[in-house]
T-cell receptor, first 113, second 117 residues
Framework: DQQVKQNSPSLSVQEGRISILNCDYT??????FLWYKKYPAEGPTFLIS?????DKNEDGRFTVFLNKSAKHLSLHIVPSQPGDSAVYFC????????????FGKGTRLSVIA | GAVVSQHPSRVICKSGTSVKIECRSL??????MFWYRQFPKQSLMLMAT?????????EQGVEKDKFLINHASLTLSTLTVTSAHPEDSSFYIC?????????????FGDGTRLSIL
């Protein structure tokens, strides 16, 4: 039973446009959410996180939105750049941070020049 | 920022060999480190939680005697794949979180590509 779901395995976006990556979760105990970016043969790199007490967190071109009632979060990248092409993983845990992260299966983003 | 170093990055060895993978937190202390395994086009699957000074906690289905974890210090955890076989070939990744953690994100090593012939 997947607790964190990324239903789109891939996404293609033109350079300069907005990329929107979606993530849904089922476990209501999750209240800390993260996005990681991963290139082939490398470990994931932390991008941005959000706590359940917020509904939006912004860092430069990256914004994460959280809809707790819908158990849904999304990552917006604007403007998208070719260097953003990678696999993006959504992850969740509880607020204490002491439990392991639960990852989605990832979405492969391709930004086309 | 926080850096996690994982070594080696790639291992190719014969079936029956034991392989040790090191995970170090370079500029922070980590009482807890995590070991993941990733199959092609799949998500990161948690194998075990490594606790400094105590036994690791293994996820269901992960053989403790096959994947030995040692967390002897606040900056080093090791994963030993004992008597590795071709089905153990995979990408292994460790992560660590700073102490005290609160809402600190986990930081990942660059992974180890293990290929058993």
């Amino acid at each position: 039973d997947q607790q964190v779901k990324q239903n789109s395995p891939s996404l293609s976006v033109q350079e300069g446009r907005i990329s929107i990556l979606n993530c849904d979760y089922t476990n209501s105990m999750f209240d800390y959410f993260l996005w990681y970016k991963k290139y082939p043969a490398e470990g994931p790199t932390f991008l941005i996180s959000i706590s359940s007490i917020k509904d939006k967190n912004e860092d430069g071109r990256f914004t994460v939105f959280l809809n707790k009632s819908a158990k849904h979060l999304s990552l917006h990248i604007v403007p998208s750049q070719p260097g953003d092409s990678a696999v993006y993983f959504c992850a969740a845990s509880d607020e204490t941070g002491n439990t392991p992260l639960v990852f989605g299966k990832g979405t492969r983003l391709s930004v086309i020049a | 920022g926080a850096v996690v170093s994982q070594h080696p990055s790639r291992v190719i060895c014969k079936s029956g060999t034991s392989v040790k993978i090191e995970c170090r937190s370079l500029d922070f202390q980590a009482t807890t480190m995590f070991w993941y395994r990733q199959f092609p086009k799949q998500s990161l699957m948690l194998m075990a939680t490594s606790n400094e000074g105590s036994k690791a906690t293994y996820e269901q289905g992960v053989e403790k005697d096959k994947f030995l974890i040692n967390h002897a210090s606040l900056t080093l955890s090791t994963l030993t794949v004992t008597s590795a076989h071709p089905e153990d070939s995979s990408f292994y990744i460790c992560s660590a979180r700073e102490v005290p953690n609160g809402n600190q994100p986990q930081h990942f090593g660059d992974g180890t590509r293990l290929s058993i012939l």
